[in-house]
């Protein structure tokens, strides 16, 4: 009886470490953006991505086969649906930002994405391994990118590369030629059109890519879409505005129709222009930053940037990234954020 007790003990151990081992073979870790390790499977094929942002790097990286969550917002972004129709099936198990937890799992992911820190929670809290993909300026961009990269496997880490190379090109090549620049005009960044008061200032991917391209924020203090007063923005008095989610057209219309802000000298000058919008606003949180800097370096510097023709660059990382042939007025629409 003791011999028998010894033997189904050794059977014990011995089945503990197999299954351990075996268990470890099949996950490994990643470092998300706050710094927290996560567990995840060997091989993801499972991606329930909660941020609407990142569910643009995922295409970016050839992904979108994964996604089995996304969001309201992504599932109406028109030029997302354009190129990748098959993201209006996928389930958006959110009610506002509140995860429909029940409507999470049963999309059965292997990893769940998020920039919401109360999202990673309620996701942490249901037992599936949750990543948080967030960042506020250009290496966070790349840090991030490359992050989803290693989520996602197979090609995704050889075209992460490549795009934060082509980012990193692209910036250097707007400060090469605005370098010999003859002004340095002030620039306001709206947020949108709905509320003319809320303005993105220091510390911002925002503030970044307007001093790359050869500007300065005429908004000092710090922050992601902050309230300001129309009585401080008459202060500032910037030499352009650039309104994100809005056409130039709207935008401009919406500033003339205010009696505090039409008197403001990009107004009074037409230097109003509405941000480009692809398959994500190309302002903030979006991998099509690598056109933005392109764009807002031409808009401010129209005669040292005159060699760069955006319909070809917009056409062209369609091409490489999306595999998408745009039309020339098709890319002429996304410029002009319009759908």
Do not use: C
């Amino acid at each position: 009886m003791k011999k028998l007790l010894k033997v189904l003990v050794v059977f014990l151990l011995f089945s503990s470490v197999i299954t351990s081992s075996a268990l470890a073979s099949s996950t490994r870790t990643v470092t998300d953006m706050t710094g927290q390790k996560v567990k995840i499977p060997k091989s993801v094929k499972r991606v329930a991505d909660l941020w609407h942002a990142n569910n643009q790097v995922v295409l970016l990286l050839g992904g979108q086969k994964k996604l089995v969550a996304t969001t309201p917002l992504v599932k109406k972004q028109y030029w997302f649906t354009i190129v990748y129709p098959k993201i209006t099936k996928v389930t958006a198990p959110l009610a506002g930002s509140q995860i429909q937890v029940e409507e999470l799992i049963k999309t059965h992911p292997d990893v769940v994405i998020t920039a919401d820190p109360a999202q990673a929670k309620t996701a942490k809290q249901a037992k599936l391994p949750t990543v948080n993909a967030m960042y506020t300026d250009f290496a966070g961009l790349k840090k991030s990118v490359m992050l989803t990269a290693t989520i996602l496997g197979g090609d995704a880490p050889k075209i992460g590369r490549q795009y934060n190379r082509e980012l990193t090109q692209n910036i250097n090549l707007v400060e090469r030629q605005v370098k010999d620049r003859k002004s340095t005009p002030t620039v306001l960044h709206i947020v949108n059109s709905a509320d003319l008061t809320k303005v993105d200032g220091q510390k911002t991917i925002v503030n970044e890519w307007i001093k790359i391209a050869g500007g300065r924020n005429a908004i000092t203090e710090n922050g992601n879409q902050i309230s300001v007063t129309p009585e401080e923005l008459i202060k500032a008095n910037p030499d352009v505005i650039i309104v994100g989610s809005s056409t130039t057209a709207h935008a401009r219309k919406v500033l003339q129709a205010n009696k505090q802000l039409r008197q403001l000298k990009a107004v009074r000058e037409k230097k109003v222009y509405g941000n480009p919008q692809g398959t994500f606003p190309w302002d903030r949180y979006s991998a099509e930053e690598a056109l933005q800097v392109l764009w807002a370096a031409k808009i401010l510097h129209p005669q040292e940037m005159k060699n760069i023709n955006m319909v070809s660059e917009v056409q062209h990382f369609y091409q490489k990234y999306y595999h998408y042939h745009l039309t020339t007025n098709q890319a002429q629409r996304i410029l002009a954020s319009e759908n």
